[in-house]
């Protein structure tokens, strides 16, 4: 119901949140197959912001349009329509809810099918070209400021660019990125101070971070505090389905790494009902993020405060990492194909 802490307003940053629900980061694969964004991709976030969710968080869009992810993925360039970046964060604005565009690099996981090249590992890169990489952050987080984004979330997780990095199994240099926590650390912390030193301090910088932490959780919350991050939402790598609870993924851990951190912090991973969001706010850890009942529901935070829904239905199948190639659809739960999935992922050469 609508007394739940749940709904009670927080901050992030300069950022004021009318309440503690977070949609994480979701890849929505709305582009145009050139990257560019969709009246579709718009209107999939207007949703989630007229449906009770106080922070949107964009699926991760692509610094680099030559290290894209997979063909539906958007991009932050040179070439972007700005008019829709622009028009998105209005009506979010105007729905109430505050957005934040997730800045993502594929890394390893930029497919030669998607980019013409294959994907590449730390050692892989020259210094000169990590300068381009945080010359390519700051550009895509000036455009996203100037469409009126009350922030951007640098993607440290799930394998990608960053997140090879700061695991010491991808991350074979023996300069001043490779080795230490910090040296690995280096290229986040200098993407998040060129983008404070560009973006100023009212605009929010958050990053997303796996929740083992590549064995030094503790040492990155601190890190991200050092280099002047906002807020950090640690998530989980546990992709099997959920056994019904009231726990989260790695609650306990997470609230041991935090630990005399003063950052804001969510959790995203096996949060799929008001009972585990509300032990999760219980627990100290002020806001919660939902990813996959999102997915199954994008109206679930709507359904939850009007006391229409205490869980959601989604069954943590993991058909959603496949049904938009295949069926179209978001959730298999879903009966309605998309037409710019279909439209993108729809030739036999994409599927």
């Not at 020259?126 to 951007?152: H, N, P, T, W």
């Amino acid at each position: 119901m609508s007394d739940s802490p749940l709904w009670r307003p927080g901050h992030i940053g300069p950022m004021e949140l009318k309440n503690r629900v977070i949609r994480s980061a979701t890849n929505e694969h709305l582009s145009q197959p050139d990257g560019q964004l969709t009246t579709a991709w718009m209107d999939t976030l207007v949703e989630l912001a007229e449906n009770e969710v106080g922070l949107v968080i964009t699926g991760h869009m692509s610094v680099d349009r030559q290290q894209r992810s997979d063909q539906g993925q958007t991009v932050l360039d040179e070439q972007t329509d700005l008019g829709l970046l622009y028009e998105t964060a209005r009506r979010v604005h105007q729905a109430g809810g505050r957005i934040v565009a997730q800045l993502n690099h594929g890394g390893k996981k930029a497919p030669e099918h998607v980019n013409g090249h294959p994907p590449k590992l730390p050692a892989d890169f020259s210094l000169e070209e990590l300068d381009q990489i945080v010359g390519k952050y700051r550009y895509a987080a000036m455009l996203c400021r100037r469409a009126g984004f009350d922030g951007v979330q640098i993607h440290n997780a799930y394998g990608y660019l960053l997140a090879s990095f700061l695991n010491h199994v991808d991350n074979r240099r023996t300069d001043g990125y490779g080795g230490s926590v910090e040296n690995r650390f280096r290229l986040t912390g200098r993407i998040i101070r060129e983008v404070r030193r560009t973006c100023g301090p009212d605009f929010a910088i958050l990053t997303k971070v796996g929740g083992n932490g590549y064995g030094s959780l503790h040492r990155l919350l601190e890190l991200y505090q050092i280099s002047g991050a906002d807020g950090v939402e640690i998530c989980t790598s546990d992709f099997d389905p959920r056994i019904w609870a009231s726990r989260s993924f790695c609650l306990e851990e997470l609230l041991r790494a935090w630990d005399g951190v003063d950052l804001p912090i969510s959790l995203v991973g096996g949060i799929f009902s008001k009972k585990s969001a509300e032990h999760i706010l219980d627990s100290g850890v002020p806001f919660v993020s939902f990813s996959r009942a999102l997915l199954c529901q994008p109206d679930f935070a709507a359904r939850l405060k009007r006391g229409e829904a205490d869980e959601s239905p989604c069954t943590a199948c993991g058909l959603c990492y496949q049904s938009f190639r295949r069926q179209f659809v978001r959730c298999i739960q879903h009966t309605t194909p998309i037409p710019q999935l279909k439209k993108v992922f729809g030739s036999s050469e994409n599927a």
